[in-house]
């Protein structure tokens, strides 16, 4: 089935730093989201990406829907240590029946204060 | 507002048993998607209900089913639970299909 990669898994900053993630798919997208999931919590909506080459922020995040619709990126910048946490993207293909969310593995952002 | 919600928090089943799960939705949605998170990994698609039918449903045997009730809410049913269904049970709702789904905080289901 559809997969979602990104990489590395987990990522080590120090507070203060601005820090990039990308996620990539072999499929084409409609929508792209970037969640935030922190323990015993479930995934935070933090970006919605709806058309290609849009680029959205929400305070310090900023993310980009790639213009082959295979891509996306988050950037967070000036990290503080409430950013701790694992960021998964997310896509969804379609309209409908076909509206499932596919996600990657996540990636695990630690911050040193 | 309201936002998903989600129970029990906390279940154990042994094999063989059923479980069913419930989730609320935040107000104003009425479609809900059901996912299933293994350690370490991303939420697996299990199915969505929207107005009260099934609208799509991922790799999942027969074995798990659901129902949508007329205020949205939604159940998750797992009958003959085996070792590999121990995971977190996401449930998230969305305004209409297409739209931003938002998560509750799961349901940990361990099976001894």
């Known amino acids: 089935g559809q997969q979602l990669n990104q990489s590395p898994q987990s990522m080590f900053i120090q507070e203060g730093e601005d820090v990039s993630m990308n996620c990539t798919s072999s499929?084409?997208?409609?929508?792209w989201l970037w969640y935030k999931q922190e323990p015993g919590e479930g995934p935070v909506l933090l970006i919605a990406?709806?058309?290609?080459?849009e680029l959205t922020s929400n305070g310090r995040l900023t993310a980009q829907f790639g213009i082959t619709r295979k891509d996306s990126f988050l950037n967070i910048s000036a990290s503080i240590p409430s950013d701790v946490g694992i960021y998964f993207c997310?896509?969804?293909?379609?309209?409908?029946?076909?509206?499932?969310?596919?996600f990657g593995k996540g990636i695990t952002l630690s911050v040193r204060p | 507002e309201t936002g998903v919600t989600q129970s029990p928090t906390h279940l154990i089943k042994t094999r063989g048993q059923q479980v069913t799960l419930r989730c609320s939705s935040q107000?104003?949605?009425?479609?809900v998607s059901w996912y299933q998170q293994a350690l370490g990994q991303g939420p697996q698609f299990i199915f969505q209900?929207?107005?009260?039918?099934?609208?799509g449903r991922g790799n999942f045997p027969p074995r798990f089913s659901g129902l949508q009730f007329p205020n949205y809410s939604s159940e998750l049913n797992v009958n003959a639970l085996e070792l590999d269904d121990s995971a977190l049970y996401l449930c998230?709702?969305?305004?209409?299909?297409?739209?931003?789904?938002?998560f509750g905080d799961g349901t940990r289901l361990s099976i001894l």
């Open positions: 998230a709702s969305s305004q209409s299909p297409n739209q931003p789904q938002h």
């Open positions: 499929s084409i997208f409609n929508t």
């Open positions: 990406l709806y058309k290609a080459g």
């Open positions: 997310a896509g969804q293909s379609g309209s409908g029946a076909n509206s499932k969310l596919t």
């Open positions: 107000s104003g949605h009425n479609t």
């Open positions: 209900y929207y107005r009260e039918e099934e609208n």
